[in-house]
Nanobody, 126 residues
Framework: QVQLVESGGGFVQAGGSLRLSCAAS????????MGWFRQAPGNEREFVAA????????YYADSVKGRFTISRENAKNTVYLRMNSLRPEDTAVYYC???????????????????WGQGTQVTVSS
C-alpha cells in the first residue's frame, strides 16, 4: 500500500515557476514508477509526466516538454514536478500517481496507476 500527498501548488503569473512535491509512504517507494497528471474543470484527467523507478527514464506530454521536469529522491520517498514558463492553460488540479507496471505505451493512461494522491491546485493568471 502506498499513500501519496501532493503539495506546492498555488497561484502564479504566466511565465512563472512552481515546484510540486509528492510525498509517498511505504518502504517500497523506489520500486514504483511515478506519474503526474492534471485535470482542469470540465476536462478529463490528462497525463503530464512519468519517471521509472530507476530515475533514469522520463516521459513527458508534448504540451509540457521542455518546460516541466519530473525528478525523484528515493531516499526521501518524494517525487517532484518542476514547472517553468507556466501558461494559463496549465491551470488545473495536479495529481501524482504510482504504478508497479507502466510502460511507455501505458504511462499516459490513468488506468495504469495503482495509487493516487488527493491533488494540489495550480492557477496561472494571464
Amino acid at each position: 500500500q502506498v499513500q501519496l500527498v501532493e503539495s506546492g501548488g498555488g497561484f502564479v503569473q504566466a511565465g512563472g515557476s512552481l515546484r510540486l512535491s509528492c510525498a509517498a509512504s511505504g518502504r517500497t517507494f523506489s520500486s514504483y514508477a511515478m506519474g503526474w497528471f492534471r485535470q482542469a474543470p470540465g476536462n478529463e484527467r490528462e497525463f503530464v509526466a512519468a519517471m521509472w523507478w530507476s530515475g533514469g527514464s522520463t516521459y513527458y506530454a508534448d504540451s509540457v516538454k521542455g518546460r516541466f521536469t519530473i525528478s525523484r529522491e528515493n531516499a526521501k520517498n518524494t517525487v517532484y514536478l518542476r514547472m517553468n514558463s507556466l501558461r494559463p492553460e496549465d491551470t488545473a488540479v495536479y495529481y501524482c500517481a504510482a504504478s508497479h507496471t507502466i510502460t511507455r505505451t501505458s504511462a499516459p493512461s490513468t488506468g495504469a496507476y495503482d495509487y493516487w494522491g488527493q491533488g494540489t491546485q495550480v492557477t496561472v493568471s494571464s
